[in-house]
T-cell receptor, first 112, second 114 residues
Framework: EADIYQTPRYLVIGTGKKITLECSQTMGHDKMYWYQQDPGMELHLIHY???????EKGDLSSESTVSRIRTEHFPLTLESARPSHTSQYLC???????????FGSGTQLSVL | AQSVTQLGSHVSVSEGALVLLRCNYSSSVPPYLFWYVQYPNQGLQLLLK??????LVKGINGFEAEFKKSETSFHLTKPSAHMSDAAEYFCAVSVGGGYNKLIFGAGTRLAVHP
């Protein structure tokens, strides 16, 4: 069954650590997105990709980086985590020409 | 620039009562508008979308929304709430009116009481 997988589901980590949040999809979609979600706040787009080797920064400035070496994989990396990075990170995909977004279950990141 | 405002971060209704979740948008071009629902520990799921066809849009689980250009609104309604409707609901507008990036509102958490 086609799906979107985000790992880990929860992550608690110390300040200064390097972390990578994984997002994989078996939907075959070209477009992928990373959103950051804080309680009571808007979802903010932080990165997106329209295909392999294509990555763009979103509307919200983020210290994270992304890569898109394969269609199905869109990892997000924080080189040095800080408490201000504590948030929920949602990965989404979108088929070309179709506006519906499919979301993963998210990664809840806590940086101590 | 496009933006979305959801009025009321928390809404509480009784089971069987009308559900009304408010959403107002700002867009410099004809908007594409969406409602998403997020159940606890799950990703967002599309409830319904407006893409310049019929102004009254019907979605899943008995929800519907009406696009009102004069009021720049896209409120979500359901005639009779069910306990299973308890979730967080997000209104969103697409950037540039097309099928690409979505801008989301802050969300409204719906509680349903017996």
């Amino acid at each position: 069954e086609a799906d979107i997988y985000q790992t880990p589901r929860y992550l608690v980590i110390g300040t200064g650590k390097k972390i990578t949040l994984e997002c994989s999809q078996t939907m075959g979609h070209d477009k992928m997105y990373w959103y950051q979600q804080d309680p009571g706040m808007e979802l903010h787009l932080i990165h997106y990709s329209y295909g392999v080797n294509s990555t763009e920064k979103g509307d919200l400035s983020s210290e994270s980086t992304v890569s898109r070496i394969r269609t199905e994989h869109f990892p997000l990396t924080l080189e040095s985590a800080r408490p201000s990075h504590t948030s929920q990170y949602l990965c989404a995909t979108q088929a070309g020409g179709d506006e519906k977004l499919f979301f993963g279950s998210g990664t809840q990141l806590s940086v101590l | 620039a496009q933006s979305v405002t959801q009025l009321g971060s928390h809404v509480s209704v009784s089971e069987g009562a009308l559900v009304l979740l408010r959403c107002n948008y700002s867009s410099s071009v004809p908007p594409y508008l969406f409602w998403y629902v997020q159940y606890p520990n799950q990703g967002l799921q599309l409830l319904l979308k407006y893409t310049s066809a019929a102004t009254l849009v019907k979605g899943i689980n008995g929800f519907e929304a009406e696009f009102k250009k004069s009021e720049t609104s896209f409120h979500l309604t359901k005639p009779s709430a069910h306990m299973s409707d308890a979730a967080e609901y997000f209104c969103a507008v697409s950037v540039g009116g097309g099928y690409n990036k979505l801008i989301f509102g802050a969300g409204t958490r719906l509680a349903v009481h017996p």
